[in-house]
């Protein structure tokens, strides 16, 4: 019997490493894959809107009464 059980905690702790080792290498290739595109595929700036640019854009008014509307019968109806 402890020759079964030392075989098992032997088992057990091999299949612990190798897991261990997996887990770390995986770590170690996602940070140089991350690495690698972002020094060579760097991100673009992302262009801001300026709020002025967004409000000299053109809105119906209908528009934004009928959204006025929806949103006061909503607030109405589950009050």
């Known amino acids: 019997m ?29 940070n140089i894959m991350t690495a690698v595109i972002q020094r060579y595929f760097p991100e673009q700036p992302i262009s801001t809107v300026s709020p002025a640019s967004a409000s000299a854009s053109h809105t119906d008014a209908g ?4 959204i006025s509307a929806a949103v006061h019968q909503y607030r109405n109806k589950y009050k």
Do not use: K, N, R, Y
Request: glycine share 6%.
């Open 63 to 66: 528009v934004i009464a009928a």
């Open 2 to 30: 402890s020759e079964m059980m030392s075989t098992g905690v032997e088992l057990m702790l091999i299949g612990m490493t190798i897991v261990f080792a997996f887990l770390a290498l995986l770590i170690v290739m996602v």
